[in-house]
């Protein structure tokens, strides 16, 4: 295997569940994986060698949030993102539809110009067409390149997202013509559809047509139930190439990522460790912890007593309840590092499962704890 070429390799799986190995230039990324979110180029509130300490290999990058600060002037004079925040391991970035539509103050969709939208900060206008996109992630210099799609809100209205389908895969192709020969990175096609199986049928087909080193489902984890994202999964992952990684984009809790493996997903990302940490919830073996219940106030045992890399053992959840009741920066520190340990032996385990055949009884142990 060339290991300076990007590349996917099947190593096990058990029915729909699959353990691979996605080779880059700059390291392998074990699948089933779990990518902290790195929006503005740090993960909130860890230092880098405390998220390699937990197994991370890839994080993800954000190209609406990069391109409106610090801008992609600063960033290429870093030789892009990994010399800018000093990460030396793979990098994914978001191309920027799905911040478009949940954050920007205007934006209006159009075919041919792209995305016009108006910064969530300052109100500035911008235009991000499908070519921009690409360009701004190139110069990010990022690992894995996501093409810009538009990504409707949740809706029943079918002609919408036929329409964002539409769309979406006129600007898939061009990304793809941007992007051009590098055999190095990776541009990865993202199937829309919402709750609709005929519509994801369509964008998947479309996105076959053109042809992606990856498929990502997006237009998921915003709002639906979870037996509708899992019934949508079911519907739509098996019939994605079998040779190719499979990306479920902002998702999710433990058990979601449970569900959307046992159908056959490889990839995920999401806020949620540092975001639950930030408000003093914790996500342990034995189901959420919340740090700022009273119970906590004179328990002397660690979050994890089991945890091998780290010192997190020394604090206390008395301890990290005194902190997250005092709004104290170290509590969010400390519980969104101990989340992110957590979620990467989780998949750490899961892996071990699917090789061992097994995955099926630790599903159902773990499926309703979280």
Known sequence: ?????????????????????????????????????????????????????TGTEIILGNTYHLMIRPGTEVIKKFSGLHGFMNWKKPILTDSGGFQVMSLSKFNKIDKKIGAIFSSHLDGKKFILSPEKSIQIQKDLNSDILMVLDECPSLTNDKKKISKAIDVSSHWAKRCKIEFGNNKKKALFGIIQGGLFKD?????????????????????LAVGEKQEEMFNTLEETVSLMPKDKP??????????????????GIDMFDCVMPTRSGRTGLAFTWEGKINLRNAKFQYDKSPLDQNFKSHDLKAYSKSYLNHLVKTNEILASMIISLHNINFYQQFMSEIRKEIKNGTFNNFYKKYINLF
Do not use: C, H, W
């Open 246 to 263: 499979r990306y479920l984009m902002g998702v999710g809790t433990p058990s979601d990522i449970l569900g959307a493996v046992k159908n």
């Open 199 to 219: 519509l994801r049928m369509e964008s998947l087909e479309k996105l076959n047509e053109i042809g992606f080193d990856g498929y990502a489902m997006g237009g």
């Open 1 to 53: 295997m060339n290991k300076e070429i990007f590349s996917f390799e099947l190593l096990a799986q058990n029915e729909k569940s699959r353990v691979g190995k996605i080779n880059t230039p700059r390291g392998i990324i074990n699948t089933p994986a779990f990518m902290p979110v790195g929006t503005l180029g740090t993960v909130k509130g860890i230092f880098l060698d405390d998220l390699l300490e």
